[in-house]
DNA sequence: CACTGGAATGTAACCGGTTACATTTGTAAT
DNA sequence: ATTACAAATGTAACCGGTTACATTCCAGTG
């Protein structure tokens, strides 16, 4: 009976159990086409040897994997935490499972990554951003690989989308402090070279300040890494320079924290002194004093239509549609109309 | 020559090559054991046709799959990113691949994703925290899966465990409370029932209440998820109680830093009116103002230590060593000796 | 009793690589 | 020329499941 298995499988355990490798299979993976007592006896065995077929030879021959591959730039910006788990949830009632891998802003470690996954041959990949080397998306298509992009749009059609306007946003947020008074408007974003949201936002930016006549001053535009000590560094040097900026848009909350937090530590005024603007509405902004008014990003429902956008890509061989999901500008404390200039203000 | 291929395989591009498949394995694998005119044709097919072997069947017979696997309790919280990002860097140059999977706090999707990475026949597994079903251990031992417990230690030596001592530290933190003559110290911290660390982290805080024979309190007791708003929210609750503590505990640094708020919010001072001790030292924390005194925890030496522990099983099949690794108490600017009585001004 | 059809099970091909071992080819030494 | 050996390549088994198809068995029917 003990025949020392040097691997369980279901070869061994057929023998044990006294019938076919089929049966086994079929206990496990079509239990009701099989006799319950059979079934039963297989189970016992099953259950005794603590079997756990290998993946691996299961997916290779029935084709299906059941894995879809998330890449997103960093794992320390908990606004991703959000939107992995949107995409976790709906994948794992569709009985697929999500594998994360984290590209940590580096090209060269993204392109591993999907080919890593086209090895695995996973069943669809969901990727961050859209600009890459063309031949990934080639490799993709060529593996019929469905993917997705998400967090920004590509201009190419034949790159699949699920994201919000990043343009639209930040130009709605520009918008905004300039509509409030402020003529003055310092940037704080991300890479704009390696960050294509980043990117699409100061375009934003940059577009929003021509429209109304308001000249553009690279000497009040930071791009930084998104940690917060960093963007913090920067934020001092913005408002502290002889002729600061009475606003600030920072492209993410991250850094917009790091300049609230500036301006605490230096004593200035939030909004009154300066107002500011975050973007992507983490939960943290609606706690800190004064809250921060930020630009909403619909996480949760880009994660949720990106995972059913591969669901229906992987189950029903559905191509994926590019679609918009909306932002949302929610001002809360930390903007205010531009103090007017003293001669008129005392009333 | 353009034989549409229904997928491209070794053995279709070895009958394009015209030679066998092996010769076609060995181009990919081990290149200069196939003399360079050969090797030459096959790369360019290889390259033609955008050839990405099948991982699996590659792992299939060469029973590597060069896979860890590692378990987190949420990605949500920042100091699994520095620690997860220490763990990729290691295994990276290892040659080995990390598949980062969330669990949710929740024992059954622990479960669920265990069993998953043994189905993928990885090659180690980095878990968070100790406490789960033994029959997991078991499953693990008996697929000879190198695994290692990080962020806490358990009480069985069978379970190895690369850690810091949840307990010492948070006593430290605790002490350093009664030294400054704080008497009424509230605790902030995790949901002892389902995560280890702020179980010991709990348990350590009234074993050196106990010491000093301060009472127990449980109303200045708060267990709360790890979100900012709950945080804050029980932070307010405590703080505004009738008689509120004047030091405050927190187990973690995304509740301290819902405490600061709520004091912000609060128009408490920090620390004239109450003292904050955190644990996590986040880099936020360090930017807030007042900057939080905190725990340094080693996440990232962990890290590197949790995956050089699995290098080393995986490929010199070495068993795991537990190890300990030093955290640090961290006095900033939240924390100050306790004010004599009238000092909660009405001003 | 022979026949039909469905349920239960078995047989073996197959998925796509890797690699031990066998074979062929080429070169140098005797 | 013969032998010896290394380099290059080929053959085929193997990894561990899945599943199409074949087979066996039995109940129900005419």
């Given at each position: 009976m003990k025949d020392a298995p040097k691997s369980v499988t279901i070869r061994w355990l057929a023998q044990q159990a006294g019938v076919s490798v089929a049966t086994v299979s079929r206990t496990l993976?079509?239990?009701?086409?099989?006799a319950p007592q059979t079934r039963e006896k297989i189970l016992k065995l099953v259950n005794r040897h603590q079997f756990v077929p290998d993946g691996r030879a299961a997916t290779f021959s029935s084709k299906r994997t059941g894995v879809v591959g998330l890449i997103v730039p960093?794992?320390?910006?908990?606004?991703?935490a959000e939107f992995t788990e949107a995409i976790q949830s709906r994948l794992q009632a569709a009985d697929l499972s999500l594998l994360i891998a984290n590209a940590n802003y580096s090209a060269g470690t993204e392109r591993d990554i999907i080919r890593k996954l086209i090895e695995s041959r996973v069943e669809g990949v969901i990727l961050t951003?859209?600009?890459?080397?063309a031949a990934l998306y080639d490799l993709l298509r060529h593996y019929r690989i469905p993917f997705v992009v998400t967090w920004s749009t590509s201009p190419k059609a034949s790159v699949p989308a699920i994201s919000f306007d990043n343009r639209a946003a930040a130009a709605e947020a520009t918008e905004m402090l300039i509509k409030l008074g402020h003529q003055r408007i310092g940037l704080i974003c991300g890479i704009a070279s390696i960050n294509d949201r980043a990117a699409q936002r100061l375009e934003a930016y940059r577009s929003v300040l021509a429209r109304y006549k308001i000249p553009f001053d690279p000497e009040i535009v930071s791009e930084q890494p998104f940690e917060i000590e960093v963007s913090s560094e920067a934020a001092s040097r913005l408002i502290t320079m002889?002729?600061?900026?009475?606003a600030l848009f920072c492209a993410n909350d991250i850094q917009a924290l790091g300049a609230l937090f500036a301006c605490q530590r230096l004593k200035i005024?939030?909004?009154?002194d300066i107002s500011i603007i975050g973007f992507d509405?983490?939960?943290?902004v609606r706690v800190v004093s004064p809250p921060l008014s930020s630009v909403h990003v619909p996480a949760k429902r880009m994660g949720h239509a990106a995972a059913d956008a591969m669901i229906d890509a992987a189950r029903k061989n559905i191509p994926v549609k590019s679609q918009i999901v909306g932002t949302e500008l929610i001002m809360r404390g930390s903007t205010m109309p531009?103090?007017?200039?003293?001669s008129r203000s005392k009333s």
């Open positions: 993976r079509h239990p009701d086409t099989v960093t794992i320390s910006n908990s606004i991703y951003g859209y600009k890459r080397d002889k002729n600061p900026p009475t005024r939030v909004p009154n509405d983490l939960p943290i531009i103090a007017p200039p003293r």
